[in-house]
């Protein structure tokens, strides 16, 4: 038997706690040890049906780019990929937090149809945190993750959005943070594009963020060194305004306006950084409205594009959705929307296609 009770185990909600350090609003079981150290553990399981049609291939969830097909199709399938887990430690003024999912092999998920549907183990996050500096791999300190649209379609208009999770050393002051993160040249001489990997500088990122009764309201900036596929390096700049404001009760509106060198931060691979030797522009737009109709029953409807210059690309997706609250810790929800490429270069394929989208989410 533990000594006076080594442990107890109680349930609480970590939506303020998680939300701070890695922008996940979920429950958990925590685990109180001696010293004052606590572990908890915590996550979802998501099932997702979902039907599309149209003439871009089917995903998992829209991300910013995608396959653009001969002729129309259709296709329905149920995934539980988004499903996750994470376990917190504290221990004094260090947290360490780990967390996973199953979309393993991009959003395919590393398994097939014919018999197990299985799925591989992806790392979401992996951090250390002691007083005001983190070390490890979470979101990018560039992105601001309350302004994300409650989706049914993991992420939402993802094709407007800052969106990346990678290594980094931070440095929170108050409402600044500073922060070197992992750098690639996405489209240069990287890689994923079959070169060498020769980016030898770090992004350099700061953000600072207002925050009262009525919301918040952040201002990114991020500085980097690219390389071309020839190997010559040039600078590249870019700036970022996201928030979520408190409207009408518990109503909220979201936003994200990208603009510059933001490259692979935006969109999720709706712009390279570079494009051959030149290194891309783009602007980027994401607007969400959440309305609570009562306590458990609310809807929000959305709207991401991105538009680049050098590669002359165009992203859309739009959505509006339906979610309810069985209990506090079981939700569902029915989303419509349609997702659209418009590539303008000689060659490119032009494409959109319409999808539903049920979704059952348990908040362990």
Excluded: C
């Excluded at 499903?83 to 398994?111: L, S």
């Excluded at 500085?223 to 109503?251: H, M």
């Excluded at 997702?339 to 296609?353: E, H, M, Q, R």
């Amino acid at each position: 038997m533990f000594k006076n009770s080594l442990f107890k185990v109680k349930k609480l909600v970590l939506a303020t706690t998680l939300l701070a350090v890695t922008g996940a609003a979920n429950a958990g079981y925590t685990i109180k040890l001696d010293d004052g150290d606590s572990l908890t553990f915590g996550g979802y399981v998501k099932v997702d049906a979902r039907y599309i049609s149209g003439d871009i291939g089917a995903t998992d969830y829209w991300y910013g780019g995608g396959t653009v097909l001969a002729e129309s199709h259709s296709n329905f399938g149920i995934s539980a990929n988004e499903t996750r887990f994470n376990t917190k430690y504290i221990h004094g003024d260090v947290t360490g937090f780990i967390e996973i999912d199953f979309y393993g092999d991009a959003v395919k998920g590393g398994g097939n149809e014919l018999i197990s549907n299985s799925s591989n183990v992806r790392l979401r996050h992996a951090f250390v945190k002691y007083k005001n500096v983190l070390v490890g791999q979470t979101w990018t300190t560039f992105q601001n993750t309350s302004s994300l649209a409650e989706a049914a379609d993991f992420g939402g208009p993802l094709v407007a959005s800052a969106f990346i999770r990678q290594g980094q050393i931070r440095y929170t002051m108050g409402a600044l943070q500073l922060s070197i993160e992992n750098p690639a040249s996405y489209g240069g001489n990287n890689i994923a594009q079959g070169g060498t990997a020769n980016d030898s500088i770090p992004d350099f990122i700061g953000k600072y963020t207002f925050k009262g009764d009525w919301g918040n309201v952040s201002l990114s900036g991020l500085a980097r060194q690219l390389e071309s596929k020839s190997g010559n390096t040039e600078a590249a700049v870019g700036v970022g305004v996201a928030g979520r404001i408190n409207t009408f009760g518990k109503d909220d509106f979201r936003f994200q306006l990208h603009a510059g060198n933001t490259g692979r931060y935006v969109g999720v691979t709706a712009a390279t950084d570079m494009v051959g030797e030149e290194i891309e522009e783009s602007i980027a737009v994401m607007a969400a409205y959440r309305h609570f109709w009562t306590e458990t029953l609310r809807s929000s409807v959305f709207f991401g594009y991105q538009e680049t210059e050098e590669s002359d690309r165009e992203r859309y997706h739009v959505g509006v959705n339906l979610f309810t609250n069985v209990t506090k810790q079981l939700s569902f929800g029915i989303e419509v929307g349609s997702f659209a490429i418009d590539d303008n270069a000689p060659g490119a394929k032009t494409g959109d296609s319409a999808y539903l989208q049920f979704s059952t989410k348990f908040v362990l």
